[in-house]
């Protein structure tokens, strides 16, 4: 009998292992920032290599096939993000609220194009069907559509962390008391002027979001996904089941989670590097001096920067004892000097992890600031967008990075913030620190992702997870009505006391009067 127990309980896990490799998981990445593909894209493969059926919508096809990978490639994208992606530098002397309207009027052409596009048309004509969704939020609300459409349970990916959008979506709570807005740069511990303008900004956000954001993604939602649906609106509320964040607290300021809202931050950093092409690993070999590595990330091009803070970046390398890769995206250089290596793209995870990188020159962003803590590289930062502020803030905070705005660009500047990490050596000492405690995990980042997806999956959408504050109204999820109970009744009475006393005031005869009175 007990034999029999035993393998009808042995053919039940082989089922339900059977179900989760087996499930076919729809994977969209629209944007043409490739930094956030990446992050994506090393979850997808992931998922694959585990057997999962996999098909990713995105710009970015894969160079070689991977077997249970399937690409649906998006090209109307790229004509219409281009000037845009062309001008990103130009942002930098916009102010926070333009640069907000600008983000989320990239969204909307993201959303609208990738939606329009013949191969995902096609995608959502076909009779196709999905276990899970998982979707990149990043101003895309309406591709929340596709979770009804295949009437699959979603998760969420943040390519750079919490936010709004992303909160929202799970019931995270977002006290703006010690939660710094990703525009503003401030830390966990704010004064009372920088609570003030935190509050403000989350304000704002909510104003932007309803006003600019809300009725263009419902109508791309309604004209994109066939049928009677709900509104977009439930479905925010009811879609997602979980959202993973490209975030970890030991890199970040510890703040307040939903059970829903998992951190699996470097989930793309090799564990073990890739060896390097030979002229890279020689290069970097032989640097007896060490090597600096500048780079703007995946979207920003160097070749674009205006000339005279060219000049500045070159004579700052000129001088220098150490070797420079530089992401420079042009045949040549004008003005290179011999010490300084020039590539379109170059393998960042692998060379950060080189010993002989002192120094990591970046914009900022969140892939790049995560890679050089992992590998305990300082950072001198030229923040130029979006949350790159708020890391460069905590790299000056944490003591492993110094801040050169872009506006303040020049010889001197520069020179002084390379001098100054590579001849204090607890810049290195700080960023080493850090990076021991990121590494202090039970699981690598990858590996606790895909726990989370088959886990999402094997729970039918996991809907014992979900926040009761989903369910809320504004009034109702911040008490409101409770407050208004509690302390309502208390004013009234007040109130009517108040005016009580002050008319009875009102008819007593005064002194004047009495004394009057008795005279005659």
């Known amino acids: 009998m007990k034999i029999l127990w035993l393998l009808l309980f042995s053919t039940v896990c082989i089922i339900l292992i059977q179900d989760v490799q087996s499930a076919k998981i729809l994977g969209i990445f629209p944007t043409i ?40 490639t998006t090209t109307e994208i790229w004509p219409v993000s281009q000037p845009i992606m062309a001008n990103l530098l130009s942002v930098a002397s916009k102010g926070i609220i333009q640069s907000i309207t600008d983000a989320y009027d990239f969204g909307h052409r993201i959303t609208n194009t990738t939606l329009n596009d013949p191969a995902v048309k096609s995608l959502i004509d076909s009779n196709e069907t999905f276990d899970l969704i998982i979707l990149e939020i990043f101003m895309t609300d309406a591709m929340l559509g596709f979770c009804h459409h295949f009437k699959a349970p979603c998760i969420g990916v943040s390519t750079f962390g919490a936010s709004k959008w992303t909160a929202d979506l799970v019931g995270t709570p977002s006290p703006p008391s010690y939660v710094p807005n990703a525009l503003l740069g401030f830390s966990d511990r704010m004064s009372f002027k920088e609570r003030l303008l935190n509050t403000l900004m989350s304000g704002i956000e909510i104003v932007i979001d309803k006003i600019l954001d809300a009725p263009v993604q ?27 964040l490209n975030n970890h607290f030991s890199i970040n300021y510890p703040r307040p989670y939903a059970t829903g809202m998992i951190e699996v931050g470097g989930m793309h950093i090799n564990r073990v590097p890739k060896a390097l092409p ?78 002989n990188v002192k120094l ?50 020049s010889e001197k500047k520069l020179s002084d913030a390379v001098k100054t990490i590579l001849n204090d050596p607890q810049f290195k000492i700080n960023a080493l620190t850090i990076s021991q405690r990121y590494r202090d995990q039970p699981m690598s980042p990858l590996e606790l992702a895909v726990f989370w997806v088959e886990y999402v999956i094997r729970q039918k959408g996991a809907p014992h997870i979900r926040s009761a504050a989903m369910d809320l109204s504004f009034i109702q999820y911040h008490n409101l009505d409770v407050l208004a109970l509690l302390i309502g009744p208390p004013i009234v009475i007040l109130h009517i006391l108040v005016r009580l006393v002050s008319r009875r005031k009102s008819l007593k005869p005064s002194n004047k009067t009495d004394k009057r009175k008795k005279q005659n």
């Not at 419902?218 to 993973?244: D, M, Q, R, W």
């Open 278 to 355: 030979a002229n890279i690993q020689s290069f970097m070999d032989n640097a007896t001096d060490g090597v600096i590595y500048f780079s703007m990330g995946s979207n920003i091009k160097s070749k674009d920067l205006p000339k005279e803070k060219r000049d500045a970046l070159l004579s700052v390398f000129s001088k220098l004892k150490q070797k420079v890769l530089w992401k420079w995206e042009d045949e040549k250089l004008p003005g290179k000097p011999d010490n300084v290596f020039i590539q379109k793209w170059w393998p960042q995870d692998d060379i950060l992890a080189h010993h």
């Open 360 to 409: 990591f020159i970046t914009h900022g962003g969140l892939l790049s600031t995560t890679e050089s803590l992992y590998h305990g590289v300082p950072v001198v930062g030229i923040p130029i967008f979006g949350d790159q502020y708020l890391n460069m803030a905590k790299a000056e905070i944490g003591g492993y990075g110094l801040t050169v705005g872009y506006a303040d660009i």
């Open 218 to 244: 419902t109508n791309i939602y309604e004209e994109s996904f066939p049928g009677p649906k709900p509104t977009l609106v439930e479905l925010k509320k009811k879609a997602v089941s979980l959202v993973l």
């Open 33 to 72: 920032a490739k930094s956030h593909y990446i992050v994506g894209s090393s979850l997808m493969k992931a998922l694959a290599n585990k057997g999962h059926e996999v098909t990713v919508i995105s710009p970015f096809p894969q160079q070689k096939p991977l077997k249970n990978y399937r690409d649906i």
